[in-house]
């Protein structure tokens, strides 16, 4: 377990080198890697939701492609295309950008529904199926897709179906000024993204995701996230609960976290730390209750306040 610790104590040193003052975020896009799920970071333009991307691409030896959703991009753009070969007169399948270990979605929610949804199957079965043949993604594979809250003329926000897809939505917020000042002096010759150097390799990555689903959780702590999600489900200012998937990710997060800090198994402060992270966006507030000002972040903090978690005995 010390290994363990020194490796990630490492990678979150590596990539704080390009990303400064955010460990609470870099923790948990690496619990979405480890999880195998998929990051959507929702933040203004400029505070470094790229450069995370590369950070942990970089950091881990991993390939790494970028696309820019554009209202203009077709699926194939994204998954691949089948071009006649002359020669052989045969169909060859070009893949697209999304076989890659990291693909970068920016501004995902500036494309249309028919783009947004090429994305599907690949980040649930992590597959693509093009011209009726099927093609497997790499092993390690992860999206992490951006957006812009503030911006939404010409935006087509994303369906219920595909942000259910996502395991986490985290925002990076706004460095301190003493943060800020570090940034500019990091980056007053040349950024620090051109010399990050790999710290853990692909092997061990793998190893880790294997490792994830041997971290203990006790059946109450499976309750405890159920009653959870079921409060979700039964709140007067919610029009959609979360679903089962929902529950997985949760408990998958929490047993993350749980190895990341070096624990054998998962305690109940673990489960609340990435509620709001895992069930947020998952969730439709009512329009009245909108008004009201109740948001998405309140009502979970809420259900986190009136269900029991469990004591230990």
Known sequence: ???????????????????????N?????TVTLLSKGHLLLEDVPGLGKTML??????????????????????????????????????????PGPVFTHILLADEINRTTPRTQSS???????????VDGKTYRLPDIFMVIATQNPIELAGTFP?????????????????????????????????????????VISQDEIKGMQDAIVTVHIDPTI???????????REHAHLQ????????????????????????????????????????CHRLIV?????????SAEKLVEEILNTVPAPVAA
């Open 1 to 23: 377990m010390s290994k363990l610790n020194g490796q990630i104590t490492t990678l979150y040193e590596n990539i704080e080198k390009v990303i400064v003052g955010k460990r």
């Open 25 to 29: 975020v870099i923790e948990l896009a």
């Open 53 to 94: 991307a590369r950070s942990i691409a970089k950091s881990l030896a991993l390939r790494y492609k970028r696309i820019q959703f554009t209202p203009d991009l077709l699926p194939s753009d994204v998954t691949g295309v089948s071009i006649y070969n002359q020669k052989t007169g045969e169909f060859e399948f070009m």
């Open 119 to 129: 994305l599907l199957e690949a980040m649930e079965e992590r597959q693509v199926t």
């Open 158 to 198: 994303l369906p219920e179906a595909q942000l259910d897809r996502f395991f986490m939505r985290i925002s990076m917020g706004y460095p301190s000024p003493e943060q800020e000042v570090a940034i500019m002096e990091m980056q007053a010759k040349t950024h620090p993204i051109t010399a990050l150097d790999k």
């Open 222 to 232: 499976k309750h405890y996230i159920a009653a959870l999600v079921g409060a979700t």
């Open 240 to 279: 959609l609960g979360a679903s089962p998937r929902g529950s997985l990710a949760l408990m998958r997060a929490a047993q993350a976290l749980a190895y990341l800090r070096g624990l054998s198994f998962v305690e109940p402060h673990l489960v609340k730390e990435v509620a709001a992270p895992v069930l």
């Open 286 to 294: 009512k329009p009245q209750s909108r008004l009201q000002g109740h």
